[in-house]
């Protein structure tokens, strides 16, 4: 049983998504929207920082990088932002309670959930009897159904209500300042539920309205508000949604009403209709590990509860991208995914992009289907203007720079003395990896040239004038930031050259110049591209070996934080730069220890979940598999929740990182890929002595069709959507690995352990091998 909503099973359409929990008398559904962000913070002008940048630049050089960002808020004080502005909460929709008279003790209760069709349950036994319920939220139709079955005629009251998570009085003062009272009207065996805001300006919610059909082997009656259904043995309850906005046709309360009066009273075959459209979502992909157990997807009537091993494995990789695919709508998923109980959520329940996005989101092309990112690339071309205006006016730059922090609108509005926001210029370069990927997987040439390009190309805009040449015409990122840490020996978050800045910016250039190529742009853009990224700073290894934070040597690293944002170079496609220098090579992994031992360190057992993702992705990239076996295994025991839902901390808060990152990270122990290149089974631990992967995604529109391993060897096939020359990286401790079905190429260039191929066209290659 779930005493709250956050210990609930989940299931969700994008749009729309439930919450079940409660117990077998009293059962709850907590509605919720992705679009229902309660208007608390209208939109303010970013400040114009541009004047006194020259000031700012001469603090931050001359060491007095909290005096900077001091600056910075004494500045906002000026333009009227007195304090950090937080972004808008999304909040819940409403609740739906579930109460049945049933006297005597219930027993064998248990919660289900079926991870192919998106199905949430419970069932249990009482006097004799048994009763099931089920409900989904159908991509078909926009709707949430809940059936109850019962073998004995039982009396249910069904009504609906403001949710609210705790009864301590905070919750309840902000849902009174920000909405007016709730209206409830019954009629008729339906239920109709009203909630307006106060504030209202162009663009923010106007509310929401729900509304509730319950149709039953019996005829409902009302009291007090509720329904009664009595001596019923079969209920559907069918529920709709919507956010109010301001340019809604007609009447919005009668609308949602003939939505849901509009759909077939059947729950069977609402399901039929839904099934296919989530399985497009889901994609194909299958992952098994050690001779896995029946049932690993989540068939229905398997029981969601712990299990050890390999099995906990599977069901989280499984369960991880369904929360994904249930919370990609409209909209890319919030800190929560689709889903919410709480008028005060942690951070506002928004979209972070200094990392928590990017890691909800970070299997997506490796495990499909590719097209669950496009909501983020409309979110973000939504905001494109606001995006301009803050380059403009933070920094006097062409181009576009987003926030890390963003709900309502695309405005830098959220900073403080103590974390200078405003400083992070990464923002835009991280997202246009996301860009640059979606066409590396695809191969969607028109989507390159239309939509990544031009987003790439405004973030090259920015950095191209933001960034500072120094006297040798070296460039350098003045103001600086590496999300959220500070250096040790100054504890200001305000900095200059931070790696991770650096290191996007490489990246960013450097998939401008191979997307210039292709498109055919002026020699001269590819040059000067290219001479960026030559003309960048080069990474720094500290005193302690490993690779540093901060590349000016000033500052010194601060290993116990829960980002590793300095890791960016090994987290998607290696940089060349690491690749091609042991040295470098050797700090990263070093890095990559002395966080991860500060992890463990942590009295709870870690810190966050998308910072050990972040480094079991990196420790994967690295060849480190003892490493990104200890972070997985981490995130697998200590931010998971018996419903299989994830944490943001150690069973606290309600988030969906790792939902991402935990497929994301055995995904890339298995198969990795880059600009021309795979591995397989690069980061395979000891302890998966068996496996398989079938129907992963590469880089370069290419399919791992099938992996598998053993205690004696391992055999592959994978193809590619288009010709090309591929190197093939074989598992270490690979010895006699031959390759069928593909032309092989010269082996002069290639380090040990590897061969290059001519994959044609849709052609399986076959790749297999033994154990030393």
């Known amino acids: 049983?779930?005493?709250?909503?956050?210990?609930?099973?989940?299931?969700?359409?994008?749009?729309?998504?439930?919450?079940?929990?409660?117990?077998?008398?009293?059962?709850?559904?907590?509605?919720?929207?992705?679009?229902?962000?309660?208007?608390?913070?209208?939109?303010?002008?970013?400040?114009?920082?541009?004047?006194?940048?020259?000031?700012?630049?001469?603090?931050?050089?001359?060491?007095?990088?909290?005096?900077?960002?001091?600056?910075?808020?004494?500045?906002?004080?000026?333009?009227?932002?007195?304090?950090?502005?937080?972004?808008?909460?999304?909040?819940?929709?409403?609740?739906?309670?579930?109460?049945?008279?049933?006297?005597?003790?219930?027993?064998?209760?248990?919660?289900?959930?079926?991870?192919?069709?998106?199905?949430?349950?419970?069932?249990?036994?009482?006097r004799g009897g048994t009763t099931r319920h089920r409900t989904f939220v159908s991509r078909a139709h926009g709707v949430c159904a809940l059936e109850i079955v019962t073998s004995q005629p039982t009396t249910y009251r069904v009504w609906v209500r403001r949710a609210f998570a705790s009864d301590d009085g905070r919750e309840q003062a902000v849902a009174e300042a920000g909405a007016f009272p709730e209206?409830?009207?019954?009629?008729?065996?339906?239920?109709?539920?009203?909630?307006?805001?106060?504030?209202?300006?162009?663009?923010?919610?106007?509310?929401?309205?729900?509304?509730?059909?319950?149709?039953?082997?019996?005829?409902?009656?009302?009291?007090?508000?509720?329904?009664?259904?009595?001596?019923?043995?079969?209920?559907?309850?069918?529920?709709?949604?919507?956010?109010?906005?301001?340019?809604?046709?007609?009447?919005?309360?009668?609308?949602?009403?003939?939505?849901?009066?509009a759909v077939t009273a059947d729950y069977d075959s609402l399901l039929a209709g839904h099934v296919p459209l989530r399985a497009r979502w889901m994609g194909e992909v299958g992952f098994r590990l050690g001779g896995a157990v029946e049932g690993a997807r989540g068939q229905e009537g398997t029981a969601v509860e712990p299990h050890a091993g390999f099995a906990l494995l599977e069901r989280q990789f499984y369960a991880g991208r369904a929360r994904i695919a249930d919370s990609c709508g409209e909209l890319p998923p919030t800190l929560q995914g689709v889903w919410g109980g709480t008028w005060t959520p942690p951070w506002s329940d928004d979209y972070t992009l200094n990392a928590n996005l990017q890691m909800a989101l970070a299997a997506v092309l490796p495990s499909g289907p590719p097209q669950m990112l496009l909501p983020l690339f409309d979110f973000l071309e939504a905001h494109m203007d606001e995006f301009r205006e803050n380059a403009k006016a933070l920094y006097g730059c062409r181009g576009i720079y987003v926030p890390s922090r963003m709900s309502t609108h695309g405005f830098q509005n959220?900073?403080?003395?103590?974390?200078?926001?405003?400083?992070?210029?990464?923002?835009?370069?991280?997202?246009?990896?996301?860009?640059?990927?979606?066409?590396?997987?695809?191969?969607?040439?028109?989507?390159?040239?239309?939509?990544?390009?031009?987003?790439?190309?405004?973030?090259?805009?920015?950095?191209?004038?933001?960034?500072?040449?120094?006297?040798?015409?070296?460039?350098?990122?003045?103001?600086?930031?590496?999300?959220?840490?500070?250096?040790?020996?100054?504890?200001?978050?305000?900095?200059?050259?931070?790696?991770?800045?650096?290191?996007?910016?490489?990246?960013?250039?450097?998939?401008?110049?191979?997307?210039?190529?292709?498109?055919?742009v002026d020699a001269g853009l590819l040059s000067k591209w290219a001479g960026f990224v030559a003309r960048l700073p080069r990474y720094r290894v500290n005193d302690e070996g490993a690779l540093a934070e901060w590349i000016d040597p000033r500052f010194e690293d601060n290993y116990e934080h829960r980002h590793s944002s300095h890791l960016y170079p090994v987290m998607y496609e290696v940089d060349p730069e690491i690749s091609g220098d042991e040295r470098l090579w050797e700090a990263a992994r070093e890095a990559v220890r002395r966080r991860l031992r500060w992890q463990r360190s942590r009295s709870r057992g870690g810190e966050s979940a998308f910072g050990l993702c972040q480094l079991g992705i990196a420790a994967a990239h690295?060849?480190?598999?003892?490493?990104?076996?200890?972070?997985?295994?981490?995130?697998?025991?200590?931010?998971?929740?018996?419903?299989?839902?994830?944490?943001?901390?150690?069973?606290?808060?309600?988030?969906?990182?790792?939902?991402?990152?935990?497929?994301?990270?055995?995904?890339?122990?298995?198969?990795?890929?880059?600009?021309g290149k795979v591995k397989l089974l690069p980061a395979r631990p000891a302890s998966w002595r068996r496996g398989s992967l079938s129907g992963a995604r590469g880089r370069g529109s290419i399919t791992f069709e099938h992996i598998e391993?053993?205690?004696?060897?391992?055999?592959?096939?994978?193809?590619?959507?288009?010709?090309?020359?591929?190197?093939?990286?074989?598992?270490?401790?690979?010895?006699?690995?031959?390759?069928?079905?593909?032309?092989?190429?010269?082996?002069?260039?290639?380090?040990p352990g590897e061969v290059c191929v001519l994959l044609r066209e849709d052609a399986p290659l076959r790749v297999s091998g033994q154990w030393a």
Not at 225 to 234: K, S
Not at 622 to 642: I, K
Not at 650 to 659: H, L, S, T
Request: contains cysteine.
């Open 1 to 126: 049983m779930a005493n709250v909503w956050e210990q609930g099973l989940v299931t969700g359409n994008g749009r729309l998504g439930a919450a079940l929990w409660g117990t077998a008398r009293q059962e709850v559904l907590t509605i919720s929207l992705e679009r229902l962000f309660l208007p608390l913070w209208e939109a303010v002008p970013p400040v114009p920082t541009v004047e006194i940048l020259a000031s700012l630049r001469q603090k931050l050089w001359g060491g007095d990088c909290q005096g900077a960002a001091d600056d910075v808020m004494a500045l906002a004080r000026q333009t009227g932002l007195a304090d950090k502005r937080w972004t808008d909460p999304r909040v819940p929709a409403f609740e739906v309670v579930v109460s049945e008279a049933h006297e005597g003790l219930v027993s064998g209760y248990q919660r289900w959930e079926d991870l192919g069709t998106g199905e949430i349950g419970t069932a249990w036994g009482s």
């Open 183 to 261: 209206r409830t009207d019954s009629d008729a065996g339906r239920l109709r539920y009203v909630t307006r805001f106060r504030r209202q300006w162009p663009g923010a919610a106007r509310g929401v309205v729900g509304a509730l059909r319950a149709v039953a082997d019996v005829d409902a009656t009302e009291d007090g508000g509720a329904l009664v259904l009595a001596g019923a043995t079969r209920i559907l309850v069918l529920i709709g949604a919507r956010v109010i906005t301001e340019d809604d046709p007609g009447d919005p309360e009668r609308s949602v009403c003939r939505e849901v009066d």
């Open 414 to 520: 959220h900073f403080d003395s103590e974390w200078p926001m405003t400083f992070w210029t990464a923002g835009a370069g991280w997202c246009a990896r996301f860009y640059y990927d979606y066409w590396q997987y695809t191969g969607d040439r028109e989507f390159l040239a239309e939509r990544a390009f031009p987003f790439m190309q405004e973030a090259g805009r920015f950095w191209e004038d933001f960034m500072v040449t120094d006297d040798a015409g070296a460039l350098h990122f003045c103001p600086s930031y590496s999300p959220e840490n500070a250096p040790r020996n100054t504890g200001a978050q305000a900095c200059c050259d931070a790696t991770m800045d650096v290191a996007v910016a490489k990246d960013l250039y450097r998939n401008l110049v191979t997307c210039g190529e292709l498109l055919g």
């Open 622 to 675: 690295l060849g480190m598999a003892d490493e990104a076996e200890q972070a997985l295994l981490m995130v697998s025991t200590r931010f998971w929740r018996p419903a299989l839902t994830t944490t943001h901390e150690p069973g606290e808060i309600f988030n969906v990182d790792a939902c991402g990152g935990l497929p994301a990270l055995m995904l890339a122990m298995v198969v990795q890929s880059q600009k």
């Open 709 to 751: 391993w053993d205690e004696v060897g391992f055999e592959a096939r994978l193809s590619a959507r288009t010709a090309g020359v591929v190197r093939v990286g074989f598992p270490p401790g690979a010895v006699g690995a031959h390759v069928e079905g593909a032309e092989v190429l010269s082996s002069s260039g290639l380090v």
